[in-house]
């Protein structure tokens, strides 16, 4: 991974949350209109719920947008180039770390879809 740009690696990270939002999605598609609520799948009041509430799920890799927060260091040169690659070595590990939280949210947004289609 280290000959990836910082740009690369964004571009990653977004086909990542866009695929385990398609992926959650299609799953979502084939769970039935109303679930028996029980102690692990519960969505409204009564005995039955809809499966709209399971909606909310999609939005899990989208938290991975959020850069990580890191201590601003300040970059002590002063050359130009070396600025540079110090810059986009910062990019590249933050960059690293949101495509392992977009994997990991996509993960928990289709494993929840299939939690609820399963035990729905």
């Not at 385990?20 to 009564?46: D, K, M, Q, S, Y």
């Not at 201590?71 to 770390?97: G, L, V, W």
Request: with cysteine.
């Amino acid at each position: 991974m280290d000959r990836l740009t910082a740009k690369k690696l964004v571009m990653i990270r977004n086909i990542i949350i866009v695929l385990g939002i398609v992926v959650a999605f299609t799953i979502w598609l084939f769970i039935p209109a109303l679930i028996e609520n029980n102690r692990l799948v519960h969505v409204g009041n009564g005995r039955f719920g809809s499966k709209i509430g399971f909606l909310l799920f999609l939005g899990f890799p989208l938290f991975a947008l959020i850069p990580p927060s890191e201590d601003a260091e300040e970059i002590h040169t002063d050359n130009p180039t070396e600025r540079a690659q110090i810059a986009d070595e910062r990019a590249k590990h933050a960059a690293k770390k949101q495509i392992a939280y977009a994997t990991g949210e996509a993960l928990t947004a289709c494993l929840c879809m299939i939690l609820a289609l399963v035990l729905g």
